[in-house]
């Protein structure tokens, strides 16, 4: 079966203090995994797309990377305005376009 | 940017009503989707549709139904609204088409449901 796990549930950062959020999966045939921000009462926001292990995207403080297994989004010098909700989410290549998403990391950062 | 929109941020209907709820892309979105999100449940998909007049069940299609007359609007249809349906459900749509967004799924703001 398809599953995502993202670890932790919530983090904790002060403002500056870098850190990685994971995010593993099983998956018949990956065809992309993808980052998203959610605020509260709020939409999902896009933030990454990555199609094959090794791959690597970056935006301002983010990084996302790609192995076959899991996934991590590493947040370097993080600011308050980085406090959210992260989710992680898979499409197998089986699936048409659905995703398969994780529970999601609240990471909180404080000044 | 992609544009999704949905047609309520806040809903309060009572029990047994019928209740639609709107979602409107403006990139052309050959796919749509409509989830439900709830705390420790997360993003559960209801129904989704790869085209118009076409549509599929998710994995929790169960009192609900979906309308897709147009290409650029996607209906979700509570028939009889029931309290466990308080919720907050999100509309995306993928397949736009700029390079490299065949497949990333873009949401709108969400609307927030409530059946007393």
């Known amino acids: 079966e398809d599953q995502v796990t993202q670890s932790p549930e919530a983090l904790r950062l002060q403002e500056g203090e870098s850190s990685s959020l994971n995010c593993s999966y099983t998956?018949?045939?990956?065809?992309?995994l993808f980052w998203y921000r959610q605020d509260p009462g709020k939409g999902p926001e896009f933030l990454f797309t990555?199609?094959?292990a090794g791959e690597e995207k970056e935006k301002e403080r983010l990084k996302a990377t790609l192995t076959k297994k899991e996934s991590f989004l590493h947040i370097t010098a993080p600011k308050p305005e980085d406090s959210a909700t992260y989710l992680c989410a898979v499409q197998a290549r089986n699936q048409g376009g659905k995703l398969i998403f994780g529970q999601g990391t609240e990471l909180s950062v404080k000044p | 940017d992609v544009k999704v929109t949905q047609s309520s941020r806040y809903l309060v209907k009572r029990t047994g009503e019928k209740v639609f709820l709107e979602c409107v892309q403006d990139?052309?979105?050959?796919?749509m989707f409509w989830y439900r999100q709830d705390p420790g449940l997360g993003l559960r998909l209801i129904y989704f549709s790869y085209d118009v007049k076409m549509k599929e069940k998710g994995d929790i299609p169960e009192g609900y139904s979906v309308s897709r007359e147009k290409k650029e609007r996607f209906s979700l249809i509570l028939e009889s609204a029931s309290t466990n349906q308080t919720s907050m459900y999100l509309c995306?749509?993928?397949?736009?088409?700029?390079?490299?967004?065949?497949?990333?799924?873009?949401f709108g703001p969400g609307t927030r449901l409530t059946v007393l």
């Open positions: 990139m052309d979105h050959e796919n």
């Open positions: 998956v018949s045939g990956l065809r992309g």
């Open positions: 990555l199609y094959s």
């Open positions: 995306a749509g993928s397949g736009g088409s700029g390079k490299g967004r065949r497949n990333e799924q873009f």
